[in-house]
């Protein structure tokens, strides 16, 4: 599968603000209204059955943090204490957790990211803006690319493991007896392999698959029972009637946010996320920690 193949429009600051002042929004942005929006979060809770739990799992999912540019340890500590308050069994993060030139390990975000608990773990996957972080690519906020980029990569693994956070690329964990969870590497900037993430999937029991990028679900295989994902920040910011000027996926607002349908009938939830991309505002689109309470199937 190609990554640049399925390539979507990027979430920039030319695209997002063409967008608002399209939308008639400039009045809104100078306003403040979206930045005021932009750092009110909030739990949103939701029930389903997952096919082969033997009993209740709760899963709180964090994601597209964005530390770096317009996110800081502040708005972290606040979203651990949530998803804390909230007792999850199991947490996961969605990816783009770093927004900067990641040339020491995020210190701040990992000093938070330690405080997570949860009985069955703390598990990642990366995300476009995570290789950026690392350096894969120019722009001008990370700056020149790196020719070391693969050994940051691992090396802010490492950091993650330190903190308690494990990050799954392309691999799986059978984090329950009855439950599996798969990870797999960014659609855009990493390299999928589904079959390697979802090879310890065991014949009985259920599977929990975490993709960054939802633009993945048009070619799952059959095997998961649910797939959790993140990137489009539901378009960051959304007008009344007509949803998302701006959402950076190839298939427009189809996979923006919430319940959607991927391959074989496979239920996904994509997240909001948390953080800010583009500009630092958010409107009709408040940032989320998602809780799951997942049930066996009756």
């Given amino acids: ?21 399209g939308g008639g929004l400039g009045t809104l942005a100078l306003g403040g209204a979206g930045a005021a929006q932009a750092y009110r979060f909030g739990v949103t809770r939701h029930t389903r059955a997952l096919p082969g739990l033997t009993r209740p799992v709760r899963v709180a999912l964090l994601t597209d943090l964005h530390y770096g540019l317009f996110i800081y340890g502040g708005s972290v500590r606040a979203w651990v204490d949530a998803t804390n308050a909230a007792k999850a069994d199991l947490i996961v993060l969605g990816g783009d957790q770093m927004d900067y030139r990641a040339d020491e390990p995020p210190t701040g975000l990992l000093t938070e990211l330690k405080r997570l608990k949860a009985p069955l773990g703390v598990y990642g996957v990366w995300g476009n803006h995570d290789y950026g972080s690392f350096g894969k690519y ?28 494990t990050i799954l690329r392309n691999e799986g964990r059978r984090v329950r007896e009855d439950l599996y969870l798969a990870g797999v590497d960014d659609l855009w900037e990493g390299e999928v392999d589904l079959g390697a993430a979802l090879a310890g999937k065991p014949v009985q029991g259920a599977t929990l698959l975490v993709s960054h990028n939802p633009d993945l679900l048009p070619d799952l295989p059959p095997g998961p029972g649910l797939v959790l994902c993140g990137h489009t920040h539901g378009g960051q910011i959304r007008l009344p009637l007509i949803g998302a000027p701006v959402v950076p996926s190839r298939y427009g607002q189809r996979y923006a946010m919430g319940w959607v349908t991927g391959a074989h009938g496979t239920p996904a939830y994509v997240s909001r996320g948390l953080g800010l991309s583009g500009v630092p505002l958010r409107n009709l689109c408040e940032p989320e920690v998602a809780l799951f309470t997942l049930t066996p199937e009756t």
Avoid: N
């Fill in 1 to 21: 599968m190609s990554a640049s193949r399925l390539r979507g429009p990027l979430l920039t600051r030319r695209r997002v603000l063409r967008g608002l002042a």
């Fill in 138 to 165: 120019y722009s001008p906020h990370y700056g020149p690319r790196r020719d070391d980029w693969p050994q940051v990569r691992e090396s802010l693994r490492a950091a993650y493991a330190e903190a308690g956070v």
